[in-house]
C-alpha cells in the first residue's frame, strides 16, 4: 500500500531543491515566438523558464510559487534577466538592428527589492544591451498588489528604457484609471479568453473591447494561446496586433530558435489588401434581407479575419473589405456571383498597413443621399450618386475613411 502524498511535505522538499537549482545549472529556458497576426513575421520572443529538477521536468506552474513563496524567485528573476539579455545580444550579432524583441516575466515579488533597477542597468550594461530590446512581462494581479510602491518601481524601470507588458491581462480585475496611470506598452490578452474564442460570443466581445481600448491608448495587443485558423482570424480581425501560440510555434530551445528565424526572417509578402466595390440592389431591401445578407457576411468575415463596412442607400451597395489578399479575393468573387446585386464595379484595390475598421467584421450603414452628401461634403442635391461615385474612387476611399474615424 502506498500512503498519500504529503502535499507540503513534497512542496517543502521541492522548495529545498529549487534553492540549489542555479548552482547545479538545472535551470534552462525556451523561447516562444510572438508573431505579428496579419503576417505571421516574428517580432518577439517570450523566454520561458524551464527546471529539470534530477533530470525530471517540474512545470513551471508547481515551483514559481514556490519560488516566490521561498524568495528565491529574487535570484532566479536576475538569472532569468541575464539570459535574456544574452538571447537579445546573440539576435542582435547574428541578424542586426531588425531583431525581435525579448520577452521576460517580473515576478511582483521582485519588485520589492530596492535595488531592482540597479542590479537590472548593471545586467544590461554589462551585457551592452539596449532597453528597448527587452519587455517586462508583469501579470496584471501583481500590478495591483502595493500598488504606489509597484507605480515607483516601474517608473524606476520605465527611465531605463525598459518597456512594459501587463501579462494575463482580463484576469485580475484592475481599475482602466491604474492602467492608464501605468502606461504599459504591451497587454497580453490570457489565453482563457482566446481560447474557443470563435465560438464563444461572451469571450469575442471581452477580446474586441480590450482591443478597442487598446488602440485608443496606443498600447499593443498580444493575443496568448492561439491554437486555430479560427481564432487566429477572429483575433486578427479584432485588430489584436500580435499573437503567441501553438498555431505558429511552441516554445523553442536557443538554437532551434535561432535556425527557424534564419530561415524565415525575409520580409514575408505585406499581408493585408483592401477592396471597395459599388453595385445596384436587384430589388429593394428590406431590414429583414438586409439581416440576409449581414449575418451570414459577419460570421464568415470574422472566422476569415476580414472587417470592412457596407453602405446601402438609393439602392446602391458600396462596401469596404480589408484582410489578406487571397482570403479578400475568394469572397469577392462570391460577392460578384451573388444575385441580390448587379453591375458590381470594383472602385479601389490596393495594401494597407493598418485596419480601417478593426473589429468590425462587418460595418453596416443605410444612409439616406442627404446624410451622403453631407458626409462627401456636396453641394448638388440631385446627383445621381452611383454615377458620381463610379467616376470617382478617391470619393470613395475618402467616404469609408471618414465613417471609420467616426465609428470606432
Ligand atoms: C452587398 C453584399 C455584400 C456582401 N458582403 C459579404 C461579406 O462581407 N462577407 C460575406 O461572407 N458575404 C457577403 N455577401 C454574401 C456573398 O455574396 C455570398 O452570398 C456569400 O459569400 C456566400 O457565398 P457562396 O454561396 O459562394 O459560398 C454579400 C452580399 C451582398 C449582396
Known amino acids: 500500500m502506498t500512503l498519500p502524498v504529503d502535499q507540503f511535505g513534497e512542496n517543502s522538499e521541492i522548495a529545498a531543491d529549487l534553492m540549489q537549482a542555479l548552482a547545479r545549472e538545472e535551470l534552462d529556458f525556451r523561447l516562444q515566438p510572438i508573431v505579428a497576426a496579419e503576417t505571421g513575421q516574428i517580432q518577439g520572443v517570450e523566454l520561458l523558464l524551464r527546471w529539470s529538477r534530477a533530470g525530471t521536468e517540474v512545470g513551471p506552474d508547481r515551483f514559481i510559487p514556490l519560488a516566490e513563496a521561498s524568495g528565491c524567485i529574487v535570484d532566479i528573476g536576475y538569472w532569468v534577466f541575464e539570459q535574456a539579455c544574452r538571447v537579445a545580444v546573440q539576435l542582435q ?43 517586462l512581462e508583469i501579470t496584471e494581479s501583481s500590478l495591483m498588489t502595493n500598488l504606489s510602491q509597484t507605480r515607483d518601481m516601474l517608473a524606476q524601470l520605465e527611465a531605463l528604457g525598459l518597456r512594459l507588458a501587463v501579462d494575463d ?53 498580444v493575443a496568448e494561446g492561439v491554437e486555430t485558423a479560427e481564432e487566429r482570424g477572429v483575433v486578427r480581425a479584432m485588430g489584436c496586433g500580435l499573437i503567441q501560440g501553438f498555431l505558429f510555434h511552441r516554445p523553442l530551445s536557443l538554437a532551434d530558435f535561432l535556425t527557424l528565424y534564419g530561415q524565415v526572417r525575409a520580409p514575408a509578402p505585406q499581408g493585408l489588401d483592401f477592396l471597395i466595390y459599388i453595385s445596384r440592389a436587384a430589388v429593394s431591401p428590406d431590414a429583414a434581407m ?110 469609408f475613411e471618414a465613417i471609420s474615424q467616426t465609428s470606432l
Request: aromatic fraction near 10%.
Open 169 to 221: 491581462f482580463g484576469t485580475g480585475y484592475s481599475s482602466l484609471a491604474q492602467l492608464v496611470r501605468l502606461r504599459p506598452h504591451t497587454l497580453k490578452i490570457d489565453r482563457e479568453f482566446i481560447s474557443g474564442l470563435n465560438h464563444c460570443p461572451e469571450s469575442q466581445q471581452v477580446v474586441a473591447a480590450i482591443s478597442r481600448m487598446a488602440r485608443s491608448l496606443r498600447l499593443q495587443v
Open 93 to 135: 550579432e547574428q541578424f542586426g538592428e531588425q531583431t525581435p524583441y525579448v520577452a521576460l516575466n517580473l515576478s511582483s515579488r521582485q519588485l520589492d527589492e530596492a535595488d531592482l533597477a540597479e542590479r537590472l542597468q548593471q545586467i544590461m550594461t554589462s551585457y551592452g544591451v539596449r532597453p528597448e530590446r527587452l519587455l
Open 290 to 399: 438586409l439581416q440576409a445578407i449581414l449575418q451570414p457576411a459577419r460570421a464568415f468575415n470574422l472566422s476569415q479575419g476580414l472587417s470592412g463596412f457596407l453602405f446601402y442607400f438609393d439602392n446602391i451597395f458600396i462596401q469596404y473589405l480589408e484582410g489578406e489578399g487571397q482570403v479578400l479575393e475568394r469572397l469577392y468573387q462570391s460577392i460578384q456571383g451573388d444575385p441580390r446585386h448587379w453591375d458590381v464595379q470594383e472602385m479601389a484595390r490596393g495594401q494597407i498597413d493598418q485596419r480601417l475598421f478593426a473589429g468590425w467584421e462587418m460595418g453596416f450603414q443605410t444612409l439616406e443621399g442627404r446624410l451622403l452628401r453631407t458626409q462627401l461634403g456636396l453641394a448638388d442635391a440631385d446627383q445621381d450618386y452611383h454615377q458620381l461615385l463610379q467616376k470617382n474612387p478617391a470619393l470613395c476611399c475618402s467616404l
